[in-house]
């Protein structure tokens, strides 16, 4: 089996890891954590003519899609008429992440329980003023990809025209936010479900739960993820239920029912609100850091799941219920997610990594001389895997802090809210 892996982030290690036994493994671009298990290749993945032509030459089975930008750049298409088989949605199909008013009317059309929206163009701000104000409290989101930073949580009148005055008026977010998306604020705990599915069927995986706040206690600016745990006890067996009968399959349904064949991973992200879980956003593929507990607890053999998302067939196989536990420490540069340094040395990797059920995965480092630098805001993510969450946690802590680089910067209570419910 050869296998090429798009992306260079936390997720793309976990997914090199989790399809470390392929014959050829190459990863474009990757970093040198993905270097542990196959061959980096330098192809930006935003190259989708040189990724094609690779993955033509180099005669691959599978194309595995980390990022969204490639996939809603049609990387998957263009794939799919070279003829090579690809664990990614079409760019139809990616939209349901790359336009949140695409993802709102979807929902809207097939009666997915979501918060109440409109949408609006820039030429429609009073409009956009109205109905902000008549919902008072409420989240302002730009329609398009914004890296995680497209949405605003407006507590009043008075932050919803300073948001909408940044998105309309100073186009903080440019063609992300030309379109915008106003709903009504949820209230409860949020958790994430992820199902693999070829169209037609799907697999359902572990629920999970990031956090995506800076700093400890849900404080600070918002980023990519400082960390994540798998499962999330919040989603109980009847709440995974409901989610699937009312959430994950009319959105399957209707994504075939509207021609945007579905193939890959789809993220459900929640709000467990008072009248059941209501869709908070989707994404067009694994999330990251969620990869990096969801995946070590997937079982089963990973090529084989996901060759048939991309080719057909996941009906037939069955996922044997692990009873593990994970839980992921993101450790990030100092600043970050504003401005931080790169280049500093990173230690502890190899003790990290003997640390009972540890898995270090890379994210922004770079190997220069024989060592391990870092190169990016989110450097490594650290995830333990036992057979409880609090062992979990101890361990992917007790791994976190044997690694060392100046400033580093990580959250000391990733699952708490997890424990506290236990
Ligand atoms: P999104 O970009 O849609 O993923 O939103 C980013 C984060 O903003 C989510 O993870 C939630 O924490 C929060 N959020 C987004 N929409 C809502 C909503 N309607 N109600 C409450 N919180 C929200
Ligand atoms: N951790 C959130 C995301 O990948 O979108």
Known sequence: MRILIVGSGGREH???????????????????????YGVNIPVPVSELTGMVSFARNEQMDLVIIGPEVPLADGLADALDQGGIPCFGPSAAAAEIESSKAFAKGLMQRYGVPTAQ???????????????????????????????????????????????????????????????????????????????????????????????????DQDRGPNTGGMGAYAPAPVMTERLIESTCSRIIEPVLEAMAREGRLYKGCLYAGLM??????????????????????????????????????????????????????????????????????????????????????????????????????????????????????????THAYQAADLIDFKNKQLRRDIGCRALDRE
């Not at 995946?295 to 996941?314: F, N």
Request: overall charge negative; hydrophobic content about 40%.
């Open 117 to 215: 929206w409109q949408h609006f163009h820039s030429n429609q701000l009073d409009e956009a003023r109205n109905y902000a104000k008549m919902l008072g409290r409420c989240v302002i989101k730009a329609s398009g990809l914004a890296a995680g930073k497209g949405a605003i949580m407006c507590e009043n009148t008075e932050d919803s025209e300073y948001a909408l005055h940044d998105l309309m008026i100073a186009g903080s977010l440019g063609e992300a936010g030309k379109e915008i998306v106003i709903e009504e604020w949820m209230e409860g705990e949020e958790a994430s479900m992820f199902v693999l599915t070829d169209g037609d069927d799907y697999l359902l995986l572990d629920s999970a739960q990031d956090h995506k706040r800076v700093f």
């Open 272 to 393: 467990v609100t008072d009248e059941g879980p209501k869709v908070v956003e989707f994404n067009c593929r694994f999330g990251d850091p969620e990869a990096q507990v969801v995946l070590p607890l997937m079982g089963g053999d990973a090529i084989e799941i996901l060759l048939c998302a991309a080719k057909g067939g996941i009906g037939n196989l069955r996922l044997e219920k692990q009873s593990l536990a994970a839980a992921c420490v993101v450790l990030a540069s100092g600043g970050y997610p504003g401005s931080y340094e790169k280049g500093h040395v990173v230690t502890g990797l190899k003790a990290a990594g003997e640390v009972p059920g540890a898995l270090v995965f890379h994210a922004g480092t770079k190997s220069e001389n024989g060592n391990i630098l870092t190169a990016g805001g989110r450097v490594l993510g650290v995830t333990a895997v036992r057979e409880t969450l609090s062992d979990a946690i």
């Open 14 to 36: 976990a997914l090199a890891w989790a399809v470390r036994d392929a014959d050829t493994l190459f990863i474009a671009p990757g970093n040198p954590g993905t270097a542990q």
